[in-house]
């Protein structure tokens, strides 16, 4: 029984009731049903022991694994051994996943003999028992999706190692763990970065199959306090790195594109004053890494470095982008966007890809949308994402009293001044400019 299993899900559980029993029914309901469910529990004091119970009665492939140790990597890290099937995949506790997600990238994988294979994801969240999306791609616009990528063509670290499977083999033959420090934060970007330059053979598939929960608090990316997680991080995977004598350029620049990268992330998650440590420490590690050569200040002007150097080139430009991008970008925005816009009519205007998302986000409420609104005269007439295209005249005379949605990051502003000086009041237009 245990050769035919395909896939090993290990659930990290430590006090996890409020959204465990919706993880488990998206793993449960799966499609393949060739699967074991590791649910691996770290002393949880909440009902989480009791659900966990429920759910080994009612599918013979749950399995309870009990660990007294609390930490997120040694957990996953603890599943990866025990695992029975063919390849691994993580769940976190407050994710879901896409009925078919484990089907279809079992098939890719096992179609191309895989090392591993993920998927893009989609950010949800719960208002007014309605769930709410928008899509996240993890690579790059034209990064070698929907094609096997062998070793050599790109070195590339998969961020949000949740979307993946992993062949079981490769991550021990590789010796390819997570760290396994106190708690639960960023363990997996050491994981993530191995076997993304480890990987002979790979796939990124365009397709949407994880839903990522944004609207947790208790998450650990969601906690300030959580300051230093991500340097301590990288100071890991540096260890890892040079235990293995790595001495290719090309890790090594991938290396430091990435540990600026994701210091930027952090930067843009925190806020007041525990933001402005942050950016001390951030500064001081980019003078450390110039003083020993490990980056170039030719980097932090490059078309890839720029914008992580900005912070060391120009603070006061940076300091004003970081700002917009709170503005602009974060998630909680748009949780209350969401919930400012309550039942109203909406009318989408612009039918880019941002509008496609704003499509997407109101997918359980379609009709809610009214209609899309475009300048473009090549697309009025028209339907795009099952929605008439109208005229902005046209639409306001139909929906006067409609909320606006301007799907636009670049001009934005003029459709907001276009909107006012057609008889929108201000408080029926929203920006959205979520960056895709």
Known sequence: MDRDLKVSIIVTVHNSEKYLKQCLESVCRQTLQDIEILCIDGGSMDGSPQILSEYKQKDSRVRIINDSNTGYGHKVNTGIVQAKGKYVSILETDDQYDRSMLEKLFGIAEKYKLDYVDSNFYCFFEFDSMNFKYKVNKYKEGSNYDCMIQNGDLICSTASIWTGLYNKNFLLKEDIKLNESAGASFQDVSFGFQVGIKAQRSYHL?????????????????????????????????????NEKTNTQKVWNKYYLEKYRSFLWNAGRLSGSAREEFLRMYLDEIQKDLKNGDISKDFLVSPEGESVGLVYTNYHEFLRKLEESDRNNDYRSIIKMVKDIGENDIVVFGGGRRGEQIINLYSDKKQQ?????????????????????????????????AIYIIANFLNSEEMRQQLLHSGIPEKNIYIYKRSL
């Open 206 to 242: 365009s397709e949407a199959l994880y839903y990522y929960r944004v609207d947790n608090e208790g998450s650990s990316t969601n906690d300030s306090k959580k300051i230093y997680e991500i340097v301590y991080e990288y100071e890991y995977l540096k260890e890892c790195l040079n």
């Open 369 to 401: 949308i009214k209609c899309i609104c475009d300048n473009s005269n090549e697309i009025q007439g028209s339907k795009k994402y099952g929605y008439n295209v109208l005229s902005v005249r046209d639409a306001i005379v139909k929906y006067p009293a």
